[in-house]
């Protein structure tokens, strides 16, 4: 059993900059596929950012590109989520995810990840 827990959330302006955590349990955490997904009200659950341990890859939407990074310390046990240029369209509840699995065939998909976090609101303002 994997458990994550987000922290960082928060309301700033738009073009200011948020970042979040996301610690999980478990002795294996650098074997775990760690993600970040985010849901506006009523959408769903969409894929923002993942780095797979596979390989190291790390997978962004386009929509993020060049304004966030994803990033993990295995020492830490903490994947992050660093978002600079932020927009009122990234307003959300931003989610962790974690997949033991060694190779995913779709980093986007969400069912293919197994453990989540609580979730930590993110919230732009123009």
């Known amino acids: 059993q994997v458990q994550l827990v987000e922290s960082g959330g928060g309301l700033v302006q738009a073009g200011g900059s948020l970042r979040l955590s996301c610690a999980a349990s478990?002795?294996?955490?650098?074997?775990?596929?760690m993600a970040w997904f985010r849901q506006a009200p009523g959408k769903e659950r969409a894929f923002v950012a993942a780095?797979?341990?596979?390989?190291?890859?790390?997978y962004y939407i386009d929509s993020v590109k060049g304004r966030f990074t994803i990033s993990r310390d295995n020492a830490k046990n903490t994947v992050y989520l660093q978002m600079n240029s932020l927009k009122p369209g990234d307003t959300a509840v931003y989610y962790c995810?974690?997949?033991?699995?060694?190779?995913?065939?779709?980093?986007?998909?969400?069912?293919?990840?197994?453990?989540w976090g609580q979730g930590t609101q993110v919230t732009v303002s123009s």
């Open positions: 995810a974690a997949s033991t699995r060694y190779r995913l065939p779709d980093y986007s998909e969400r069912y293919n990840y197994d453990y």
């Open positions: 478990g002795r294996t955490f650098s074997r775990y596929t």
């Open positions: 780095f797979s341990w596979s390989g190291g890859n790390i």
